[in-house]
């Protein structure tokens, strides 16, 4: 096993850790059982409650003609959900009505100190015509776990799928006809109560809006190019890396105008002295290569230090590669050096990001900033030309799951 | 300078487009609409809290990619309406700044030092990849805001006009990238004390809890480096702490306590009297304003050493238990100069917490308080010292 293991064993958290963790821990999500017992809107919003306003003819949108060619998040479906909330009264009526602009205290927190946070899911509508969503309730559980971290109020998954669902029905039209497209699903929560200490919000508001994406890939797969330079971080331990709070990405559209100046299209975000691979863009990173010992093995970096978000799609990919068991799968820290030693002696065949968005997205190349050169090397990744289809054989089960053409267990919800 | 009302400008026809600027906002291009309606107070200073009173008007400025800047206005305040996809809500591209205008007691309204916060606006929006604006300009605007709402300049010196300009990213798309429309726009609060200084500020510091990183924008007022730190509060709150004080890396530097920086009054392990804050080019910590005015009168008062540079946390503990410790104060425009009397420690080594008593409150040199006074004397024009006193002519 090779040595960097044990310098990134996880951190065990001390008594002093534990007792402070403890008083985090009192703010932990509601469980599901709780929500069913009473009605409480102190824990949660009610699909019974919802209230809908339908759109008058007018304010109803021509669809595309060719949902194909659509961009992500430029074209936006008939209606949006909103649900309020006050620290006092809790949760008010979750509405759905046409989607319109929305009326934002100057003072709200959202506008100055990031008091946000976002999930990014789809619905697909399958060779069999039914719209299905993938896996929501993963999304669902982050978006809990992430309103917790940013002292933003929780709710109850299911009602929010519920929810959910009633829009989908709304907009099913809104949902293509093909199956390279989907639904995007942009389920945001935002604090906007107007007073400008930093604190937390004693008012909020939950908020969906749709839109249909087109292919990711119309002309087949395209490898990106990676800035990898370790002057730029991500994430930090103690910060908030894990969490889709609105806060990690700000600082990132900078970095990634960087990247676009040297021909690159995403950055490969690198933590530490040992420079470790983390994320690459808003994706997991995965790698496909034979190891030190010989073995075959997919590996992604662990999620015990904070510095990643744990993807949905990360997740399904680590369950059907376990399932698949032609490899080894393995989460473990994964540095720079690592992968150019692997590169030299051709043991790494395949290196792609994995998201919601593409699903996976194959790496080409690296452009490399070495700290101690201070000079940029070009990595050639062949994942391109691997003759083990492994970010295939992913690509096809994924898609093939989401449009209804295999059935895996418990993955998909019907509408 | 032209000012006319926005009815006046529709019926003269004017396309708004024709008076886009590229290189910032003119204040000569500024469009006024008086608020009819006026905002009740309560008249105790000490209900006012901070940012929960607002004024009448507000700035509110429109930049297009393709057009530039719009004419700034300067509206009624009311809500923003704001498409549901904005990147602002999103992906926290946002910044700020914060400011203080104070009436004097000659009846003059002065502003604090504002070239400075429109510099540091200005850095930010470069990270932030928003649009740059010009210092002047924006400094007209402001002079002008607080003009049309003179009257809500608190006539004390207990309470004072808090001025937050803001920027963020308005566009329709939620691809992550730069914002091809943006909004820039400014209000006042009025604001009472931010801290009940009588018995002290209590801070927790827990080396687990990180605010900002190398590589990272802690030292840009970015709304994202506040929205991780309202949990920690939370948690200091539950510790009976008033603030976090925030550790960076394995030897645990001192940086910055709340959304202040910190300042040491001590006796130095080279017997020194010294005054020390840890230094702004780790990246790590936000330039204050403040923070630089304390540098600037202390080195000018010329009473002890004064030092930018950084300290850990086992340096602090053990000047702490030799006494070495006399004073510990924060700085911020919000909070002026803060007295801190005690200091809640997580030492993980030795699985403790241990609670440090700052003698801030009882020392006798009562630095941080010589330095507040002074800062209020230039604040409310007790003092003149013009160069830091920006007069709004009224």
């Known amino acids: 096993m090779p040595a960097i293991l044990s310098r990134v064993a996880p951190r065990t958290f001390n008594l002093i850790g534990s007792r402070l963790m403890a008083s985090a821990a009192r703010l932990e999500t509601v469980p599901r059982e709780e929500i069913d017992k009473e009605y409480d809107r102190k824990k949660t919003f009610y699909h019974r409650d919802l209230e809908i306003q339908l759109a008058g003819p007018g304010q109803l949108k021509t669809k595309p003609l060719d949902p194909t060619k659509l961009k992500f998040g430029h074209t936006y479906a008939d209606y949006m959900m909103t649900c309020d909330w ?22 709200a927190k959202v506008l100055h100190y990031a008091s946000e946070l976002f999930e990014g899911m789809k619905a697909y509508r399958g060779v069999d015509n039914k719209i299905r969503m993938f896996r ?19 709710f109850d998954s299911e009602e929010m799928i519920s929810v959910l669902t009633e829009m989908l029905r709304l907009d099913q039209e809104w949902v293509p006809a093909s199956d390279v497209c989907s639904l995007y699903m942009r389920p945001t ?73 040297k021909n690159c299209q995403q950055v490969l975000w690198l933590y530490g002295e040992n420079e470790d691979l983390t994320e690459v863009g808003t994706m997991n990173i995965f790698l496909f290569w034979k190891n030190e010992e010989g073995d075959m093995e997919l590996i992604t970096p662990p999620l015990h230090r904070g510095l990643i978000l744990p993807g949905v799609t990360r997740d399904s990919l680590l369950e059907l590669g376990r399932e698949w068991g032609e490899y080894k799968v393995t989460e473990r820290t994964l540095n720079m050096q690592e992968v150019k030693k692997a590169l030299a002696e051709k043991r790494l065949y395949e290196m792609f990001g994995s998201g919601t968005a593409c699903v996976v997205s194959p790496v080409g190349k690296i452009l490399y900033h070495n700290k101690i050169t201070d000079e940029y090397e070009e990595l050639h990744i062949p994942t391109m030309v691997s003759k083990y289809g492994v970010m295939q054989k992913f690509y096809n089960t994924i898609n093939d799951i989401q449009y209804g053409r295999i059935i895996k267990d418990g993955w998909m919800r019907d509408i | 300078m032209q000012k006319v009302s926005l009815a006046l400008l529709k019926r003269r026809g004017f396309p708004s487009t024709s ?48 057009e530039g800047w719009f004419p700034p206005k300067i509206r009624p305040f009311q809500n923003f309406s704001i498409h549901p996809a904005a990147k602002a809500l999103h992906y926290a591209q946002q910044i700020f700044e914060g400011l203080k205008a104070y009436y004097g007691v000659d009846g003059k309204i002065r502003v604090f030092r504002p070239e400075l916060n429109m510099e540091r606006m200005r850095r930010t929006a470069r990270r932030a990849t928003l649009p740059d604006f010009n210092t002047r300009e924006a400094l007209l605007l402001i002079d002008e805001l607080i003009r049309v709402d003179a009257d809500m300049v608190p006539k004390t010196d207990q309470a004072s006009l808090y001025i937050r300009p803001m920027m963020f990213a308005t566009d329709q798309n939620l691809g992550i990238g730069e914002s091809s ?9 009025i604001t009472g004390s931010y801290f009940n200084y009588d018995r002290g500020i209590r801070l927790l ?63 130095n392990e080279e017997n020194e009297l010294e005054l020390i804050t840890p230094p702004t080019d780790s990246g790590l910590l936000l330039p204050g304003i403040t923070r630089q005015t304390v540098l600037e009168l202390a080195r000018e008062w010329d009473l002890m050493k004064v030092s930018e540079t950084n300290f850990t946390m086992s340096q602090l503990v053990r000047a702490v238990r030799e006494k070495r410790v006399h004073e510990f104060f924060v700085s911020g425009t919000a909070a002026n100069v803060g007295p801190v009397s005690e200091i809640l420690y997580c030492d993980k080594e030795r699985e403790i917490m241990e609670k440090l008593h700052i003698p801030t409150m009882s020392s006798n040199m009562q630095f941080h ?25 009224l």
């Open chain 1, 86 to 107: 006050d620290a006092e009264r809790g949760w008010h009526h979750p509405k759905i009505e046409p989607i319109g602009e929305l009326k934002i205290h100057p003072g």
């Open chain 1, 136 to 154: 929501p309730e993963k999304n669902m559980a982050r978006m809990k776990r992430t309103a917790i971290r940013a002292a933003l109020p929780d």
């Open chain 1, 189 to 261: 929560l935002i604090g906007t109560d107007p007073t400008l200490g930093v604190g937390c919000a004693t008012e909020a508001k939950m908020f969906v809006i749709t839109g249909p994406v087109g292919a990711y890939y119309s002309t087949g797969f395209q490898p990106v190019s990676l800035l990898a330079d370790s002057r730029f971080i991500r994430a930090f331990p103690g910060g908030v890396g894990a969490y889709k709070m609105g806060c990690n990405y700000a600082p990132t559209i900078w970095v990634g105008k960087e990247a676009a100046s």
């Open chain 2, 19 to 66: 008076r886009c600027t590229h290189s910032s906002f003119q204040y000569a291009n500024l469009v006024v609409e008086r608020n009819t309606k006026k905002q009740r107070l309560p008249s105790d200073p000490d209900k006012l809290g901070f940012g929960r009173y607002f004024s009448n008007h507000m700035i509110d400025i429109d930049w297009d990619v393709k």
């Open chain 2, 181 to 189: 429309q943006v909004k820039w726009a400014c209000f006042t609060a």
């Open chain 2, 205 to 267: 510091a827990d080396p687990e809890m990180v605010r900002s990183w190398k590589g990272g924008v802690g030292q840009y007022k970015m709304g994202c480096n506040y929205a991780p730190t309202i949990f920690v509060g939370k948690m200091a709150a539950m510790h009976g702490c008033d603030q976090a004080m925030w550790l960076s890396g394995e030897d645990r530097l001192v940086t910055e306590a709340g959304a202040m920086n910190l300042f040491m009054l001590w006796t």
């Open chain 2, 369 to 393: 308080k010589r330095l507040h006074s002074t800062l209020s004397d230039i604040h409310y024009g007790r003092i003149e010292k013009k160069e830091w006193q920006r007069i709004v002519e």
